[in-house]
């Protein structure tokens, strides 16, 4: 069974870098568009970065662009994603993501296009 691991939330201050890596078992990983979404309290799950299976394509959130970078290592089966410039409301619990049926497009920006998910890692940032 696929199964998805985040690691790297904490606590850190408003400006600061952050790194969340997700490790992926139980699956073909170099097979997957991979995706990060966060989700605040009071509010939707909502989507940060996806990066596709087999090409280096990548797509951010309007609030992600200039500050967050993801990435992955597939012979780690891993994906990345690096935050710089945090801000306040970007605390959230963040969640990754794999999608086996689509490689690329608008539609690995919908939750729907996903088929498996991890638990969440915590990023609390602080003013």
């Known amino acids: 069974q696929v199964q998805l691991v985040e690691s790297g939330g904490g606590l850190v201050q408003a400006g600061g870098s952050l790194r969340l890596s997700c490790v992926v078992s139980g699956s073909t990983f170099s097979m997957y568009a991979m995706g990060w979404f966060r989700q605040a309290p009071g509010r939707e799950r909502e989507f940060v970065a996806t990066i596709a299976s087999s090409v280096d394509s990548r797509y951010y959130a309007d609030s992600a662009k200039g500050r967050f970078i993801i990435s992955r290592d597939n012979t780690k089966n891993t994906v990345y994603l690096q935050m710089n410039s945090l801000k306040l409301e970007d605390t959230a619990v963040y969640y990754c993501?794999?999608?086996?049926?689509?490689?690329?497009?608008?539609?690995?920006?919908?939750?729907?296009?996903?088929?498996?998910w991890g638990q969440g890692t915590q990023v609390t940032v602080l003013s």
């Open positions: 993501a794999s999608s086996r049926r689509y490689s690329g497009g608008s539609y690995l920006k919908t939750r729907d296009a996903y088929e498996y």
